[in-house]
T-cell receptor
Framework: DAKTTQPPSMDCAEGRAANLPCNHS???????VYWYRQIHSQGPQYIIHGLKNNETNEMASLIITEDRKSSTLILPHATLRDTAVYYC????????FGPGTSLSVIP | ETGVTQTPRHLVMGMTNKKSLKCEQHLGHNAMYWYKQSAKKPLELMFV???????ENNSVPSRFSPECPNSSHLFLHLHTLQPEDSALYLCASSQDTWESSNEQFFGPGTRLTVL
């Protein structure tokens, strides 16, 4: 599975959009990009995934570059409850978690 | 509430004890997983079951013994554990292990402390 690189931590003001970047330059053609988050001491929560096209659901938007070497998760209006560790994973058939980005939403 | 339940939520055991963790999913999924999350470390995949058959064992020590009697239930039997095995043990399920169907639903975890 391809390796991903994410910033270890980010801050975002409450009500603003949170843009979480992820680099996956060695991604192969059949690997999906998945995003999960984990609120302190809880099980991870699936957010969104995509292959080539941008995706949007009720939680977030996923923007994948045309060369698929990087992606951005967008939380359009961050709330305090969005404070969590966000994991970007590229996978064909196995979900391997890295250290993720610790997002702090600040009042 | 994700449809995946785990019991117990907290467990304290001595190194000579034998205990079991239980996971149950109510989602009709075919694949189930055990993960370990030690303090300040990423989740580590331990075991994968698909249609009750073990398809992945990530070099897990034999003191951890999984059991999957059916697609809805997954157990992790523990014996002669070490203090370094103290961690959050997470169970997850997904429709199957193939691409595009790999959205995993996680349980709340069992916080294990080995004394």
């Amino acid at each position: 599975d391809a390796k991903t690189t994410q910033p270890p931590s980010m801050d975002c003001a409450e009500g603003r959009a949170a843009n979480l970047p992820c680099n996956h330059s060695t991604i192969s053609g059949n690997e999906y990009v998945y995003w999960y988050r984990q609120i302190h001491s809880q099980g991870p929560q699936y957010i969104i995934h995509g292959l080539k096209n941008n995706e949007t659901n009720e939680m977030a938007s996923l923007i994948i570059t045309e060369d698929r070497k990087s992606s951005t998760l967008i939380l359009p209006h961050a709330t305090l409850r969005d404070t969590a560790v966000y994991y970007c994973i590229v996978s064909y058939d196995k979900v391997i978690f890295g250290p993720g980005t610790s997002l702090s939403v600040i009042p | 509430e994700t449809g995946v339940t785990q019991t117990p939520r907290h467990l304290v055991m001595g190194m000579t004890n034998k205990k079991s963790l239980k996971c149950e999913q109510h989602l009709g999924h075919n694949a189930m997983y055990w993960y370990k999350q030690s303090a300040k470390k990423p989740l580590e995949l331990m075991f994968v079951y698909n249609f009750k058959e073990q398809t992945e064992n990530n070099s897990v020590p034999s003191r951890f013994s999984p059991e999957c009697p059916n697609s809805s239930h997954l157990f992790l039997h523990l014996h002669t554990l070490q203090p370094e095995d103290s961690a959050l043990y997470l169970c997850a399920s997904s429709q199957d292990t193939w691409e595009s169907s790999n959205e995993q639903f996680f349980g709340p975890g069992t916080r294990l402390t080995v004394l």
